[in-house]
């Protein structure tokens, strides 16, 4: 087979991988002692294809046995052994020992097409490296397979980082939540009780003097609702004494009052207690999309549904407003603010999913979670 030129012109290493990524370049050239061998991508249209030895990404190519018969100079340096070390021998000896059964599901998954997945590569030096793997048939035949490794060492400190970032915040929250509570609270409940006093000797005050009197009580109490819905809105109280399905109605219910626009929440009747960082993670992602819909969306309505069964939660959030732009949302985790990377990342770490659908007619939430098979968490036990 004779290889033609890129017709985008991919001459840098990382604008090869680009368009390997992106689904434009369709073979893998290999040097082989009787020259170099094309293996085009099955089903692939486009008839060129880029080589792959300069590439930051470890790039492999299996035979039909899954032994390596190619390996890229990054894959031997992410393995830390020399190239020759690598080929001839099955890619599953290379993951930890719990991971060889998940390389071989994905390797027998390939066979109909493609497939990915994440393991533990091991390293010569006994180390382990978290990696992302995609597989995908480079020959018709299905006799030789390609496959991809990511090193997602920086993407898990990344995940880290923000776990720690939101506990912070979480904590913070909580400890700035009983501080207005208990200290300017307090503070306030003491210049009402002083009012008060003052408030019996206003016959002895000029009209003007004793309005004053009066309209400072009314502040007061203006400044007193104020603090007690921010110290809510920072950790509300409910959300530990009885659980999520109050404290969401709470929240729900003020949203519509503060912002006028009109919101629903349906949810169970019965809806057993769920493990705090679960509770926390549903209600930081129903403000987080109930801050945007105020902001953003220029919805008039909203509505959220909350479902569970045995085994998972559904949590849909949905307006009518002006959606996403479809370039925003495309890269939507990268460049969106630190409520939506929270969000995406305390889903994540919970085992579940997040999906964002959005067009001109509104715009579509879902999270889906795992429901820990244990008993019901009392609200006593909660706290």
Avoid at 107 to 126: I, P
Wanted: hydrophobic share 40%; aromatic share 4%.
């Amino acid at each position: 087979m004779k290889s033609k030129k890129p017709r985008y012109g991919l001459d840098g290493a990382q604008e090869r991988l680009h368009a390997i990524r992106n689904g434009a370049v369709d073979a893998f050239v290999v040097e082989e002692p009787d020259g170099h061998r094309v293996y085009t991508l099955e089903g692939a249209d486009l008839p060129y294809s880029a080589m792959v030895e300069r590439m930051q990404q470890g790039a492999a190519m299996l035979n039909d046995d899954g032994l390596v018969v190619y390996c890229n100079p990054s894959l031997a340096q992410l393995l830390g052994v020399a190239r020759e070390a690598v080929v001839g021998v099955a890619l599953q000896d290379f993951l930890a020992p719990a991971d060889q059964p998940v390389c071989q599901k994905l390797v027998r998954e390939t066979q109909l097409g493609s497939s990915e997945g994440e393991a533990q590569l091991r390293r010569s030096d006994g180390s382990s490296i978290a990696s992302h793997l995609s597989f995908r048939l480079l020959s018709r035949d299905k006799s030789a397979i390609g496959v991809l490794i990511t090193d997602l060492t920086a993407q898990k400190q990344q995940a880290e980082f923000t776990s720690r970032l939101q506990r912070m915040q979480d904590d913070d929250r909580r400890r700035i939540a009983r501080e207005l509570h208990d200290s300017v609270g307090q503070l306030l409940v003491a210049i009402v009780m002083n009012l008060a006093v003052v408030k019996k000797e206003t016959h002895r005050l000029s009209p003007e003097a004793a309005k004053l009197v009066h309209d400072n009580a009314g502040m007061i109490d203006q400044i007193s609702n104020e603090i007690r819905t921010i110290s809510h809105l920072l950790h509300p109280p409910l959300l530990d004494e009885v659980g999520l399905p109050s404290a969401l109605r709470w929240y729900v219910n003020g949203f519509a009052q503060r912002s006028k626009i009109e919101a629903t929440l349906d949810m169970p009747e019965n809806f057993d207690r769920l493990p705090q960082d679960m509770e926390i993670a549903i209600f930081r992602a129903v403000q987080e999309c109930l801050t945007n819909i105020h902001r953003h969306s220029h919805s008039p309505s909203c509505a959220i549904n909350l479902a569970r069964d045995k085994d998972r939660l559904r949590l849909e959030i949905k307006d009518s407003g002006r959606g996403i732009p479809k370039a925003k949302l495309s890269n939507l985790a990268a460049s969106g603010g630190v409520g939506l990377r929270g969000m995406q990342e305390r889903i994540r770490q919970l085992g579940g999913t997040l999906e964002i659908d959005s067009s001109g007619s509104g715009t579509t939430v879902v999270a889906t979670l795992p429901v820990p098979r244990t008993k019901a968490i009392s609200a006593t036990n909660a706290i």
